[in-house]
């Protein structure tokens, strides 16, 4: 996934994709003003989707109508999904303009949840409700950030849980490494553990780990540069 500590220059992801010859894709940072010829060059180079944040402590980012505007109009040709990235409280706002994408919206780190508010909190209610939806995905990342009782992040597990089992053909997941902004550096080993109590069957983790993200991110659709 594209840095934001590299804006919307996305070489060094690019230079990754291309070091692996086609075991990665990625997903970037781009403007609602990019050309055709750019956005094709980038799901020529391994790319696959494109992020939007809405967090405080970043830069703005374009209006949700607009951004949607520019999945259907520019997204949708090329098979890119939507990846957003927002704060917890944000998500009632946010949430009439998903329901409507075109195209299939991934909603980064569980929606930025409190697990201190518990299972029965507006926001987490309110993500819950958006997977009834069919083109909404959830990555069922970010427990540390999500907890507020530390490693082993056991408070933010039930929430993962939750969402595998309400859409286990749309969740997928990952570690955010290297954690930017974070008060702690986790341990990468004690996110990997909490995957069993996140999806308990082997028939949960095979579709979160495999089956979803290559259907998701269109792994071996083509060979890249294409």
């Not at 075991?23 to 980038?42: F, H, N, W």
């Not at 409507?100 to 299972?119: F, N, T």
């Not at 969402?163 to 053909?169: E, H, I, N, Q, T």
Request: proline share 7%; charged share 20%; hydrophobic share 45%.
């Amino acid at each position: 996934m594209q840095s934001n500590a590299h804006g919307y220059d996305n070489a060094a992801s690019a230079d990754a994709i291309a070091a692996k010859g086609g075991a990665y894709l990625g997903i970037a940072l781009v403007p609602i003003s990019i050309g055709d010829k750019s956005l094709r060059q980038l799901d020529r180079a391994g790319f696959r989707g494109a992020r939007f944040h809405y967090m405080r402590h970043l830069a703005p980012a374009a209006p949700i109508d607009q951004v949607i505007a520019f999945a259907a109009d520019r997204l949708a040709d090329i098979g890119w999904h939507l990846q957003l990235h927002f704060e917890s409280g944000l998500i009632h706002e946010l949430a009439p303009a998903i329901a409507r994408s075109p195209v299939p919206v991934v909603i980064d780190h569980m929606a930025r949840i409190d697990a201190g508010l518990g299972l029965d909190q507006p926001d987490f209610h309110a993500l819950r409700e958006l997977l009834e939806h069919d083109h909404v995905w959830v990555k069922v990342s970010g427990a540390e950030r999500a907890s507020r009782q530390g490693p082993p992040y056991a408070d933010a597990a039930g929430f993962a849980r939750a969402l595998v089992a309400d859409a286990p053909d749309r969740v997928v997941w990952g570690t955010d490494w290297p954690h930017p902004n974070l008060d702690h550096v986790p341990d990468d080993g004690v996110l990997a553990d909490l995957i069993e109590q996140t999806a308990p069957s082997e028939v949960a983790r095979q579709a979160l780990l495999v089956d979803n993200p290559q259907r998701l991110y269109r792994f071996f659709e083509r060979p890249l540069g294409t």
